[in-house]
Nanobody
Framework: QVQLVESGGGLVQPGGSLRLSCAAS???????LGWYRQAPGKQRELVAT???????NYADSVKGRFIISRDYAKNTVYLQMNSLKSEDTAVYYC????????WGQGTQVTVSS
């Protein structure tokens, strides 16, 4: 069983930055860690993922603005979000793939002036 605990959401002005963190526990052999988001009235969508030995995968809407990274010693994945836009407002969910999919509880990110 994998547990995921997110932190780092909040309110930020357009053009600002936030960093999300997700600490995983239960195993250190998670294949893929990443982030999805869900805005009100919309389906959950991929933001970014990173496998253990692969390059990162980003949604087109965040390429060049968001950076995903993994700290294998801490079993943690980060999402550095820069140049935030109002359309980035959503609940962000940490995701893990370890024989099956696991999800965090979600953290709210609101981009507004």
């Amino acid at each position: 069983q994998v547990q995921l605990v997110e932190s780092g959401g909040g309110l930020v002005q357009p053009g600002g930055s936030l960093r999300l963190s997700c600490a995983a526990s239960g195993t250190t052999s998670i294949y893929v860690l990443g982030w999805y988001r869900q805005a009100p009235g919309k389906q959950r969508e991929l933001v970014a993922t990173k496998g253990r030995s692969s390059t990162a995968n980003y949604a087109d809407s965040v390429k060049g603005r968001f950076i995903i990274s993994r700290d294998y010693a801490k079993n943690t994945v980060y999402l550095q979000m820069n140049s935030l836009k109002s359309e980035d407002t959503a609940v962000y969910y940490c995701y893990a793939n370890y024989y099956s999919a696991y999800w965090g509880q979600g953290t709210q990110v609101t981009v507004s002036s």
